[in-house]
């Protein structure tokens, strides 16, 4: 299963999803939110959502050069931070940039497609989907 954004037109910029994401985790705030809502250009543009798009052959993992980032079955990658050197090859590399940054630790965040943030969307932008 993969984390998918299903119509970003129906998004209004409320970062429900992004709370949820980094109250999964125990933190506040948008720090640690794995999944990003920014403004096209102004509120009568829309918005974008980053969220990492769990790619078959991940451009992220290809660039580590300690295997911190592993491909994932079905798409995207496992992060394990013990490896990590905090290079920021693996952000460089993601084409869309969905691979954020913790400057408190100096490692990657990076979505796990747990789907937590799904029911925090009041607008249903976002879905699971089979890999």
């Known amino acids: 299963m993969r984390l998918a954004v299903v119509d970003t037109d129906r998004c209004i ?11 999964r985790q125990g933190e506040t705030g948008f720090a640690h939110s794995r999944i990003n809502v920014r403004s096209k250009g102004g509120m009568e543009r829309g918005f974008i959502v980053v969220v990492c798009r769990a790619c078959r052959d991940p451009p992220c993992s290809k660039v580590c ?3 911190a980032l592993k491909p994932r079955d079905g798409g995207g990658v496992i992060f394990d931070s013990d490896r990590c050197i905090g290079c920021r090859n693996c952000q460089n590399a993601c084409p869309i940039g969905a691979v954020f940054w913790n400057e408190e630790i100096n490692k990657p965040m990076i979505c796990i497609h747990c789907g937590y943030c799904i029911n925090y969307c009041p607008h249903g932008v976002l879905t699971m989907e089979e890999t």
């Open 13 to 23: 910029g409320c970062q429900s999803c992004m709370f949820a994401c980094t109250r």
């Open 65 to 67: 050069p300690t295997d």
